[in-house]
């Protein structure tokens, strides 16, 4: 697992729109990395909306927000529009990104272990270094935590 003060991994992945997002693409702003399982469940819905909601406040912070998942491309672009939502998304089809964070992992759900995203956000600062880790997050409120987190920080 990563450490706080520790780089954080780099990435190229896809957005909703196709367009590749790398990490250095944030680089002198503070960057919301959120790890989800799935588009259109209820948490991961839940906590989408929360951060879509909040996306003002990030962008006072100098904040982006940047979700995701393994759901392709149009996957997220139906999720997006179907919630109104105005965070980035980015696709992880093969987890890769997933593995580098260290959120892809054995889970287990009524009594079948299988392999699987761990609901976690990474908090990295403009230089490129994670400030702040959660993991196994409950989707509800923790939004406003990690808004909370960054404004102390800032």
């Known amino acids: 697992?990563?450490?706080?003060?520790?780089?954080?991994?780099?990435?190229?992945q896809n957005n909703a729109e196709g367009t590749i997002t790398e990490l250095k693409d944030f680089r002198g702003k503070w960057l919301v990395l959120y790890f989800?399982?799935?588009?259109?469940?209820?948490?991961?819905?839940?906590?989408?909306?929360?951060?879509?909601a909040l996306v003002?406040?990030?962008?006072?912070?100098?904040?982006?927000?940047?979700?995701?998942?393994?759901?392709?491309?149009?996957?997220?672009?139906?999720?997006?529009?179907?919630?109104?939502?105005?965070?980035?998304l980015l696709s992880d089809p093969e987890h890769k990104m997933a593995?580098?964070?260290?959120?892809?992992?054995?889970?287990?759900?009524?009594?079948?272990?299988y392999m699987g995203i761990v609901r976690s956000t990474f908090l990295i600062n403009p230089e490129g270094q994670i400030a702040q880790i959660w993991t196994k997050v409950k989707a509800k409120g923790h939004a406003q935590v990690v808004l909370d987190s960054l404004a102390a920080l800032v």
Not at 2 to 12: H, Q, R, V
């Open 36 to 52: 989800y399982p799935k588009d259109n469940t209820p948490g991961c819905t839940t906590e989408a909306q929360e951060f879509s």
């Open 99 to 113: 593995e580098n964070y260290g959120v892809w992992q054995l889970k287990k759900f009524m009594g079948k272990e």
């Open 1 to 12: 697992m990563l450490k706080i003060g520790e780089i954080a991994p780099d990435f190229s």
């Open 56 to 88: 003002d406040e990030f962008l006072k912070l100098n904040a982006v927000v940047v979700g995701v998942s393994p759901d392709s491309e149009k996957s997220h672009c139906r999720f997006r529009d179907k919630h109104n939502l105005s965070v980035i």
